[in-house]
């Protein structure tokens, strides 16, 4: 029987002599102060998140050295000083005395990570950390720590020495360190010996021991029950191996091979057990997710999902993925992989999950691409040189009646949602339908007659994967029910919610088909745009509502001495009077908004049109709270936007603002932001953007509306109608973005687009899951001290242009004066003005170039100047705070060592007599 009491007084035996001279407190300051240069390094700051990823990173490498550092002497210096004998005569047996030691050293390592706390606590200092996430990190730096104890303990029993204990504790933690390293090596060892089919799964196995993969979901903010079982197995395992060392002084040394070959099978035979067990815990992946957003939990809308599968209903989900990707795709692979088995086990024997390693030119690669599974080529680098590997991260979702692909995995995709939103769609019986009105903005590439040519948009695409998708000729009468006649062999087809893009393009016959649709109360998602970026090419904004439509055949027909075409004019001029009457507000279609209010500073040299609706800037107005649509949206772009305004308010009619400006914006008419001109090439007026020094802006301190839901469920004028006024917010590059993840913003653009047509089909399930995100716990320190320096920063941007603009205009209106005078110079026949005057005007002109590129120069070099004093203003906060940051953690082990050493020497001195003490 073990007992405690035993235990404890050979615990207190060794805690108060590990602290009884200063060398136990010197290695607890140079764990704290090492735990915060690796924790708060420049990465740190690159990052700018407030938490511990830098530290947990290289975690195993530190303990690497602190724990032999604490174990060195447990064992040893009892054998050194011979008071190894006299403990173990002590009435106390192996097994209490091997417990009362590790728990000293536990006790020893535990006042380290107290210590450490330092720098939780300099993190709520910067910011606002996540608390579940600091808590699992500790939970795992203590775990690893008090696993690597025992193997520590392990070399200090083999040896007098404390020096040799120390090396051999170097070396045996190494193992568990630095292991998944062997992974590579074994997995070309099996290839080398004819096992490849079974080299990865190996591989994968060998890498999952090892201390950094087993601290991975403690860093995340996840209490693993697999990683718990591991440290403790293993810290099991080598205290038995203590156990059987301290025992050899009992062999007989006629015994002792027979004994060693005894306990080695012993040995053996509990490794293997231990390790069955730690696959079989593997197989039911229990973990406590600790994170304030619980984003390593499935969702609510997630298990409704999966348990709402019918009986006898197969759903198979085929992963695609490389064994090998670059490292910032490293964690989306983990949690891809992650998420996979969580939804394997969840859906039991109605969702067959099945992960494919893919390798380069292998039969598998083939297969992922017959099933359109495409390798992306990523570019990264790798030992200061710039590599590229072709990544398999996809998969496909398959039903006995449906299938969904998921092409690439990108680090922005949520992953949960697409996996969730793909079952879903294939457990359907019938999908419900889309329904893309054919513009001139060319959405569709399919059916006939207008946008049927190039290739789909890709919100198309986005849409197929929950919806189906059709095209909508508005040239043919669409009933109210829904239903397009006129088509090929009097082809008959459903849908549910209509999505009309630059429906201002449409003729007036089309624009009635249009409307009769918009009356009969049908969901439709309309985007307009008074300035399409999307159509901007060599030609100019061709698609602009206030342009004429492009002549058939372009320039091309007048140069082939062909007849032109008149274009069909558009319905109501372009201006959408009829819709606009219709839902009882007012757009202007050539008037821009524009928003000063600019919380990103990275894309500060963006004009105002580039409107940035954010809840860090614009935190009351920018989205509605009310909308399900918008309730959960943080950050949106819109890039020269309209403006809607409700006209007058009907009792029955709902109008719901969506997507609101800043009281820092305004509104630009056509002509002062846009310069109109005629095209040789298409025939027709075009126009182009002005430079931002020559546009004009006044605020009007109002909050401008850029989407609306507007409802009226009245049986007389029914209206389920959301109207943007801005277009470029679905073009294909925020798409693109969204899945690639390359920005530090995560903008909201596809996910508004998603909510708002889940929103008219009434199918928001997903809403909630496409929403959910981490919110991210910024350096919020360091960001203030930053944020006068780029204001500052851009403030003598803005003097530098306008001293430009300014000093150019001195030099136009001294050009000016120096022909008026040549002008009205008497004395000189026409000619002789006129050829003077020539003269005059190129000489004045080539001056004026040069001062344009002077003063351009000079502009540049003031910008550059203070671009480089900002960062190195920065550069100084940063080196500010990490000094901070490395003598903090010191302090306190250093004023504790102070006071329990002078209370010692002071506790010391009064048990000897007064008499023996040396004058």
């Known amino acids: 029987m073990i007992r405690a009491n035993v235990i404890l007084a050979v615990t207190k035996r060794n805690f108060r002599s590990y602290f009884s001279s200063i060398l136990g407190y010197l290695f607890i300051i140079v764990f704290c102060v090492a735990a915060s240069v690796m924790a708060f390094n420049t990465q740190f700051f690159a990052a700018n998140l407030a938490n511990l990823d830098q530290l947990s990173l290289q975690f195993p490498l530190l303990l690497l050295f602190l724990i032999p550092a604490i174990t060195m002497t447990v064992w040893s210096d009892e054998r050194k000083l011979g008071t190894d004998e006299l403990l173990f005569t002590l009435p106390a047996t192996d097994v209490e005395i091997l417990l009362g030691k590790y728990l000293s050293v536990l006790g020893v390592y535990t006042v380290a990570i107290v210590f450490s706390l330092v720098n939780a606590v300099f993190l ?182 999966i348990d709402d599968l019918e009986g006898g209903q197969l759903i198979t989900i085929q992963a695609f993925v490389s064994p090998d990707v670059p490292r910032e795709y490293s964690e989306t692979r983990r949690r891809l992989l992650g998420l996979l088995r969580e ?27 017959a099933l359109g599974v495409n390798p992306r080529r990523i570019q990264y680098q790798q030992d200061g040189k710039l590599e590229v590997a072709e990544v398999f991260m996809g998969a496909i979702v398959q039903s006995p009646t449906d299938n969904v692909e998921i092409p690439f995995f990108g680090k922005g995709l949520p992953i949960e949602y697409e996996l969730t939103r793909s079952v879903r769609t294939v457990s359907q019986k019938n999908r419900l339908t889309i329904g893309v009105l054919q513009t001139d903005a060319n959405v569709i590439s399919s059916g006939g007659g207008m946008g049927g040519g190039g290739r789909d948009w890709a919100i198309v695409s986005e849409l197929r994967k929950q919806y189906k998708v059709i095209g909508v000729n508005p040239s043919r009468k669409i009933l109210a029910d829904g239903i397009i006649e006129g088509g090929p062999d009097d082809a008959v087809e459903d849908f549910d919610v209509l999505l009309a893009v630059m429906p201002s393009s449409l003729t007036q016959p089309q624009m009635d088909n249009f409307m009769d649709y918009v009356r009969a109360g049908k969901p439709v998602l309309v985007f307009d745009d008074p300035c399409p970026i999307f159509s901007q090419g060599q030609s100019g904004l061709t698609m602009a509502p206030k342009l004429a439509k492009p002549s058939p055949g372009g320039g091309m027909a007048a140069m082939m001495g062909q007849q032109q075409q008149r274009p069909e004019p558009k ?171 390359n920005l530090d913003i995560e903008f909201d653009n596809v996910t508004f687009i998603l909510n708002a047509v889940d ?161």
């Open 124 to 305: 709520a200092f910067m910011g606002d950390p996540d608390t579940g996430l600091l808590v699992s990190s500790y939970c795992g730096y203590w775990l690893s720590g008090a696993a690597l104890l025992s193997v520590g303990m392990l070399a200090s029993a083999l040896t007098s020495s404390a020096t040799v204990a120390f090396v051999l504790g170097v070396v045996f933690c190494c193992v568990p360190v630095f292991i998944g390293n062997l992974a590579g090596l074994t997995d070309w060892l099996l290839t080398q010996f004819g096992f490849s089919g079974q080299s990865y799964g190996f591989r994968t196995a060998v890498h999952g021991l090892s201390l950094q993969e087993q601290l991975r979901d403690f860093s995340l903010g996840v209490l693993p029950l697999t990683s718990f079982c591991y440290f403790v197995f293993l810290t099991g395992l080598m205290l038995y191996l203590n156990l059987v060392v301290i025992s050899k002084r009992r062999w007989h040394a006629t015994e002792v091979v027979g004994m060693e070959m005894q306990y080695a099978s012993r040995t053996v035979c509990l490794g293997i057990t231990l390790v069955s067990m730690l696959v079989l815990v593997s197989m039911w992946p229990a973990r406590a997710d600790l994170t304030a957003e619980s984003l390593f939990t499935l969702s609510d809308a997630t298990y409704t999902t």
């Open 759 to 919: 929103a008219l089909a009434q199918e928001e399930t997903f809403i909630d899951l496409r929403s959910r995100r981490a919110s991210l716990k910024t350096l919020e320190y360091v960001e203030r001290q930053t944020r006068e320096l780029r204001k500052k920063m851009n403030d003598e941007e803005k003097a530098a242009d306008q001293l430009m603009t300014d000093r150019l205009d001195e030099a136009r209106e001294e050009l000016q004066a120096e022909i008026t005078k040549v002008q009205d110079m008497e004395n000189l026949d026409p000619r002789s003005k006129d050829s003077l005057l020539r003269q005059k005007e190129q000489q004045l002109n080539r001056k004026l170039d040069l001062d344009q590129q002077e003063l351009e120069r000079e502009k540049n070099a003031s910008i550059r100047k203070a671009g480089l004093e900002m960062k190195r203003e920065i550069r100084r906060i940063e080196t500010r705070v990490r000094l901070f940051a490395y003598i903090l953690p010191a302090i306190l082990p250093i004023c504790f060592g102070l006071l329990f050493l002078g209370l010692q020497r002071s506790a010391e001195q009064q048990s000897i007599t007064a008499e023996r003490r040396r004058r």
């Open 343 to 369: 939804f394997d086990l969840r859906g039991g024997s109605q969702l067959d999950v099945r992960v494919v390693d893919v390798e380069p030119f292998s039969e598998a690669a083939e297969e992922a691409r």
């Open 571 to 741: 319905a109501d001029n372009g201006e959408l009077r009829s819709l606009m009457s219709l839902l009882d507000v007012r757009w202007d279609n050539g008037q821009a908004v524009y928003d000063r209010m600019n919380p990103h500073s990275q894309f500060g040299a963006l004009p105002p049109e580039y409107v940035f609706v954010s809840r860090s800037g614009n935190p009351k107005q920018a989205f509605s709270s009310e909308s399900s649509i918008t309730r959960d949206l943080d950050d949106l772009v819109c890039l020269y936007a309209g403006s809607i305004q409700e006209t007058s308010r009907k009792k029955e009619q709902e109008f719901t603002p969506l997507l609101q400006t800043s009281g820092e914006s305004g509104l630009l008419a056509w002509e002062e932001y846009i310069s109109q001109s005629f095209s040789p090439f298409t025939m027709s007026p075009t126009a182009q953007i002005m430079r931002e020094e020559d546009v004009k802006r006044f605020d009007d301190t109002y909050s401008h509306v850029i989407a609306a839901h507007i409802k009226n469920e009245s049986d007389d004028n029914p209206l389920n109608v959301i109207f943007c006024s801005d277009v470029d917010m679905i073009s294909d590059w925020f798409f693109m973005e969204r899945n690639l993840g």
